[in-house]
C-alpha cells in the first residue's frame, strides 16, 4: 500500500518568512497530493491540492509542487502570519472519479511565532 | 461548500457501554466516508471505509465487532464503539466525499471520546 512520509515534524518561523513542509510517497500510481490544515482540537480542512498532471499550484500565499519521478510533493508559506500555527498533514490518494481513501503524512506543527 | 456535521462532539462513556458516533453530509450526497482515529499529536489513522448500502471495509488491525459502521443512507454514516474501554478514548473524525466527484475529502468536526 502507500506510504507517506512527512518533514519536518516540528517548524518554528518567524512571523513574514517562508514555511516549507516536504513530503515523500511511494506508490507512483498515486495521482491526487492534498493539504490539510488542523488547528487543535478542530477537524481537517484542505487547504490546497495538486493532481499529478500539474507540476505546481498556487493560492495566494500558499503554493504546492510536486515532483512525479521523484515522489514528491511539498508546500510553501510565504508571508507567514501567527494564524498560520496549526498542524499540517500533507496525504496521497489514487483518484479515479471516486472516494478513495488518503494515506496521511505524519504531520508538521508549523508555529509562527510573532 | 461541502458541509460534514458530525454528532456528538465530545462524550464521556463509561467502561461497557456503547457509544454511537453520526457523520452526515448536510449538502451533498456522500455514496463513501470513512472513519479516522487520532491520538494527541498523531496523524490520522484510517479505520474504516463506509459505503452507503454494503459493508464496510476495515483497515488491518481495526476490529469490525467492536467498531460498528451502518451507512443507511447517501448522507449517513454512524460509527458505534461496543463495549468501550479506556484505551478506546480517542479522537474520532469522519469525512465523506461527493458522490460522482473528485476525490476531495471534507471533514467533521471529530469526536472525542473519553471511557471511565
Known amino acids: 500500500g502507500e506510504n507517506v512520509e512527512q518533514h519536518p515534524s516540528t517548524l518554528s518561523v518567524q512571523e513574514g518568512d517562508s514555511a516549507v513542509i516536504k513530503c515523500t510517497y511511494s506508490?507512483?500510481?498515486?495521482?491526487?497530493f492534498p493539504w490539510y490544515k488542523q488547528e487543535l482540537g478542530k477537524r481537517p480542512q484542505l487547504i490546497i491540492d495538486?493532481?499529478?498532471?500539474?507540476g505546481e499550484k498556487k493560492d495566494q500565499r500558499i503554493a504546492v509542487t510536486l515532483n512525479k519521478t521523484a515522489k514528491h510533493f511539498s508546500l510553501h508559506i510565504t508571508e507567514t502570519q501567527p494564524e498560520d500555527s496549526a498542524v499540517y498533514f500533507c496525504?496521497?490518494?489514487?483518484?479515479?472519479?471516486?472516494?478513495?481513501?488518503?494515506?496521511f503524512g505524519s504531520g508538521t506543527q508549523l508555529t509562527v511565532l510573532p | 461548500g461541502a458541509v460534514v456535521s458530525q454528532h456528538p462532539s465530545w462524550v464521556i462513556c463509561k467502561s461497557g457501554t456503547s457509544v454511537k458516533i453520526e457523520c452526515r453530509s448536510l449538502?451533498?450526497?456522500?455514496?463513501?466516508m470513512f472513519w479516522y482515529r487520532q491520538f494527541p499529536k498523531q496523524s490520522l489513522m484510517l479505520m474504516a471505509t463506509?459505503?452507503?448500502?454494503?459493508?464496510?471495509?476495515?483497515e488491518q488491525g481495526v476490529e469490525k465487532d467492536k467498531f460498528l459502521i451502518n451507512h443507511a443512507s447517501l448522507t449517513l454514516s454512524t460509527l458505534t464503539v461496543t463495549s468501550a474501554h479506556p484505551e478506546d478514548s480517542s479522537f474520532y473524525i469522519c469525512?465523506?466525499?461527493?458522490?460522482?466527484?473528485?476525490?476531495?475529502?471534507?471533514f467533521g468536526a471529530g469526536t472525542r471520546l473519553s471511557v471511565l
Open positions: 469525512s465523506a466525499s461527493r458522490t460522482g466527484g473528485e476525490n476531495i475529502q471534507y
Open positions: 506508490d507512483s500510481a498515486s495521482n491526487y
Open positions: 495538486i493532481r499529478s498532471n500539474v
Open positions: 496525504a496521497a490518494s489514487l483518484s479515479s472519479g471516486s472516494a478513495r481513501q488518503l494515506t
Open positions: 449538502d451533498f450526497q456522500a455514496t463513501t
Open positions: 463506509s459505503n452507503e448500502g454494503s459493508k464496510a471495509t476495515y
